[in-house]
């Protein structure tokens, strides 16, 4: 038991290291925004500064781009609305249909160009915020998965050869959260986890699951029972793997919980409550979990508790296993960590630097650029990069003490979050994708 221990541990740290010099899922390498090996990255760009390239998008996406080498996936709909700040209630028919399929890009790292596209899905549909194709691809190098906001979940070779597609709805009911469906699966070993965390909409259950990446067979689903009412049940995350005396438990945070499970099996371990002390039935949450080994960080929406605690356990573990509690958490942005200290950035351009450990305000309240922040905010190259929807980006220098090293304005509504590979900045506008580095 201790060596399989040890290994799966030791198996866990080198798949991670292995990744580090790329961006292969949601959040990057470590599903916590922290780009370990890049460098040398530009604290200053413009439209016509440090851009190396810039590539049309079909449409605005909240989607992240993932890189693996020298070639760069994106999901997109068909065609869009630079600013999608409508009333979906008042478009036209014609509208709709002029914005249905749901693409997946594979553009050449080096010049932007595009190598190929392969239509993923149909029946885009719109939201405030949100498309159908908001939840992040994934990549091993050799496969590419995406799961589309209609929650059907697709599999490619990086050559854009489809694999095999599954469609959820089909096979598991009817999915409703308010804002529609948009949590990208964790892609961990030979398995892609999901979590359909729900309710607002549909009165089907929520449940986890787990599928082979290779043939899109089901492994086990689980239901989850969540005491959330109304609202509070919606949950647009990504699950994310705990480590705890060496065995991984994937954490699922939803319905004012938080709960663990046995990766193999899908047998629910733990779950702790304290997320929403007031019940408010409106407590839908958007920001995701970050996990640093056992230690995982959640919650924050709109003022409720932002808790830290300790993966492990059996049944309620509620009072029993947290470490810190504070109210400096934020509604929409995923926070991101060094292992040392935890950046927050809030809805509204404030940023909160935390000890990881005690939950300590290092500074608290700092103004960055003004402006209402959808993104997740990037560290990487001992630098904090946080976006606006205005596509306006505040550079912030990591550590215990607040500088402001940049301010930098490109063009188009913005929603999805940078990424950071080697020297180079990814940001994605509602128009176009930026290749960002210094110029030699």
Not at 75 to 94: H, I, W
Not at 131 to 137: D, F, G, K, Q, T
Not at 328 to 350: C, E, F, I, M
Not at 411 to 440: H, M, N, W
Request: some cysteine; hydrophobic content about 35%; glycine content about 10%.
């Amino acid at each position: 038991m201790y060596l399989r221990a040890t290994l799966l541990l030791t198996f866990g740290i080198a798949a991670a290291v292995a990744q580090d010099p790329y961006w292969p899922q949601w959040r990057g390498p470590r599903a916590s925004g922290y780009a370990p090996k890049a460098h040398d990255l530009p604290v200053k760009w413009s439209e016509t500064e440090n851009i190396i390239w810039k590539a049309k998008m079909p449409s605005w996406s909240a989607a992240t781009p993932v890189v693996w080498g020298d070639v760069i996936y994106v999901t997109t709909a068909e065609t869009g609305f630079v600013n999608p700040t409508y009333d979906t209630r008042k478009l036209s028919r014609a509208a709709e249909k002029s914005s249905d399929k749901i693409f997946l890009l594979a553009l050449d790292r080096k010049t932007g160009k595009e190598k190929w596209r392969v239509e993923a899905d149909h029946g885009n549909q719109l939201f405030r915020k949100q498309n159908s194709s908001s939840p992040s691809p994934i990549t091993d190098g050799k496969y590419v998965w995406l799961m589309t906001g209609n929650v059907r979940l697709v599999c490619f070779t990086t050559a854009g050869k489809p694999v095999w597609k599954r469609d959820l709805v089909e096979d598991y009911g009817q999915v409703g959260l308010n804002h529609g469906y948009a949590s990208t699966p964790l892609l961990d070993g030979d398995r892609l986890y999901v979590q359909v965390v729900h309710g607002y909409r549909s009165d089907n259950p929520s449940y986890t699951a787990a599928f082979d990446k290779l043939t899109g067979k089901t492994i086990w689903k689980e239901l989850r029972p969540a005491p959330g009412v109304l609202e509070s049940k919606d949950n647009y995350g990504t699950p994310q793997m705990a480590v705890v005396n060496g065995r991984k438990e994937m954490v699922v945070f939803g319905g004012d919980i938080a709960t663990g499970q046995d990766p193999d099996t899908g047998k629910e371990l733990w779950r702790i409550g304290g997320f929403n002390p007031s019940a408010f039935q409106m407590n839908r949450t958007i920001a995701g979990l970050l996990v640093v080994g056992d230690q995982v960080i959640v919650g924050g929406n709109r003022g409720k508790p932002y808790i830290a605690f300790k993966a492990g356990g059996r049944g309620d573990v509620t009072g029993k296993n947290e470490m810190w509690i504070n109210g400096h958490g934020a509604d929409v942005p995923t926070s991101t960590t060094d292992g040392r200290y935890l950046y927050v950035l809030k809805d509204n351009g404030t940023m909160n630097c935390l000890e990881l450990n005690t939950g300590k305000p290092v500074y608290e309240s700092q103004r960055i650029e003004l402006g209402t922040y959808s993104s997740s905010p990037l560290l990487a190259d001992g630098k904090l990069y946080n976006i606006n929807e205005d596509g306006t980006t505040s550079v912030v220098k990591a550590g215990p003490q607040f500088e402001m090293l940049g301010v930098n304005k490109l063009d188009g509504y913005t929603l999805a979050s940078p990424i950071a590979v080697d020297d180079q900045l990814f940001i994605r506008t509602g128009e176009a994708l930026y290749c960002i580095g210094r110029k030699k």
